[in-house]
């Protein structure tokens, strides 16, 4: 008898909306001013080269007098600028009166990222200003994560520097789902398969991000190896009998910092090359590693192993169908 915590259809619906996001169309606007940074026009060249027929580039260079427009499958325009000249003035207000994200980059130190703020009249948040391409770039990449929700799949499964920040978003996201449903849990041991759910799907939102394989059979092994302990509701309860009157702080913090570390080390594995089910093995042997095994905490890990309230039960062949 094998009992998961997770109900695995709703794994696999949760696969297939990862595929079909991944899959999404996504267009990227560049203009770039004559007088760009060479090192960062050839690193946005490497960075920004699509992998699939779903992303789309248009690219433009800014010259003093021409009108510039912004194709209709554009979701974001990258303005990368050099001095900020009257053409990139103009050019800044393209996607603005199109109500279009957009973003100036650019290489340089502090001042001359206040220059180009007042003179483009560019948002700080909007507005990436770094000394070498390559940091740059990578900041790029976090601007992109944040302001695209809805393509971030997309963009990650084209740009491969953009996997990191795609990543950390989905991470973030969790973190503080699952410290909610911890502070507000109120029946006993109801969040453990609301968190590990949770943190189940957040391991695929990452192994989507980098580029993993969604099959039917890997979500399989995957909600098996969760089964195993994914989960810090033991560690919240051990909490709690020392201080239970603070108990809703404790949970939601816990739900909040465990999936945070969970989701930072699931990135680190994958950033090493690992695939989706050696880092849901790794994360599964951690977590049962820091699972207190003082006496009297008998039950506590009992709880991990062998999980209250399944959500799916019985062999493990046919409760995944």
Sequence with gaps: MVTLPVDVRDLLKAGKRLRQDRDMPVGITIFIELDASDELIDELRVQL???TSGAKLQIEVIEPGKAVELSATTDVVVLAAGSGSNGMVEATNVPRQANVESVV???GDEAHGDRLADVLLQ???DLVVREAADKAVAELGSWLAEKLPSKRLALAHNFPFMRHAVAEEAVKTTAWQNGLIGAVAVIPGADMPLMTAN???????IAAAYGETLGTDRIKELAVIVGGGFTFRAIARQLLTFVPVMGWAIKGSIGFGGTMAIGKAAVAYFDEGADMMQVAA???DEAAARLPKERGNAHAVEAVVQPELPLVSGDPETAIE
């Design 282 to 284: 790794k994360l599964r």
């Design 105 to 107: 980059i650019s290489l």
């Design 123 to 125: 948002p700080l948040g």
């Design 199 to 205: 943190q189940a799907k957040m391991l695929l939102q």
């Design 49 to 51: 080269r699509p992998r």
